[in-house]
């Protein structure tokens, strides 16, 4: 049973640039959540969506920052016009049915973007 | 307001028993408590939860004391590989889904 799936593992892009990151969650789980984790910090909350809906975008960027999970397919976590303080470590997690901040995440092992 | 309270950093031994205390004053009734450990380069992997009392599995044990403001996560004879960084985690008090991080405890196994 695989495990929670991002790609790519590494993206770099220029200013100004787009950067597009996957996750693909555990078999059987319909909620996601993305995390972006800044060197020597934890993990920081940016959205949840379960299958075609935003639950929460509370930690999201209100501006260059979306997010999506279509009915089929990965989700993904699209960044536009990227600047450097974008660069960081961006995990994205699944959950089961239930979902709830009481429900163990699994995590993937995250897409390290750079930006020159 | 943080939510938990850990120590920063922790030294041990290979082969000793490790005791990581976290702080959680204003647990929600509801709040389970989730420990979380992380590897550089990777994400975090779930380790342990627990609501009181104690929790063991085959990679740790969870002391949760009856008042509940406090949690101590035990590693017994922790190896080389179980240097990485332990995260302490309460259920957000209004309902969110989302977990928040602190900064961790990052433990450090001495040959």
New interface residues.
């Given amino acids: 049973n695989a495990g929670v799936m991002q790609n790519p593992r590494h993206l770099v892009r220029r200013r100004g640039q787009e950067a597009r990151l996957r996750c693909s969650p555990m078999k059987g789980h319909s909620h996601v959540y993305w995390y972006r984790q800044l060197p020597e910090e934890g993990l920081k909350f940016m959205v949840y969506l379960q299958k075609e809906n935003i639950i929460d975008e509370s930690g999201m960027p209100k501006e260059r920052f979306s997010a999506e999970f279509p009915k089929e397919g990965p989700s993904i976590l699209r960044i536009q016009q990227v600047v450097r303080g974008d660069s960081a470590a961006y995990f994205c997690a699944s959950s089961t049915d239930t979902g709830g901040s009481n429900q163990p995440q699994h995590f993937g092992d995250g897409t390290r973007l750079s930006i020159l | 307001l943080a939510k938990t309270t850990q120590p920063i950093s922790m030294d041990s031994y290979e082969g000793q028993e490790v005791n990581i205390t976290c702080s959680h004053n204003n647990i929600a009734t509801?709040?389970?408590i989730?420990w979380y450990q992380q590897f550089p380069?990777?994400?975090?992997?779930?380790i342990i939860?627990g609501y009181k009392t104690k929790v063991t599995n085959e990679v740790a044990s969870l002391f949760i004391p009856a008042d509940r403001k406090s949690s101590t996560l035990s590693l017994p004879r922790v190896s080389l590989s179980d240097t990485a960084v332990y995260?302490c985690l309460v259920?957000?008090e209004d309902?969110?889904?989302?977990?928040?991080?602190?900064?961790?405890t990052r433990l450090t196994v001495i040959p």
């Fill in positions: 509801n709040d389970y989730t380069s990777q994400g975090p992997r779930f939860q995260y259920g957000d309902g969110a889904n989302n977990l928040f991080f602190g900064t961790g």
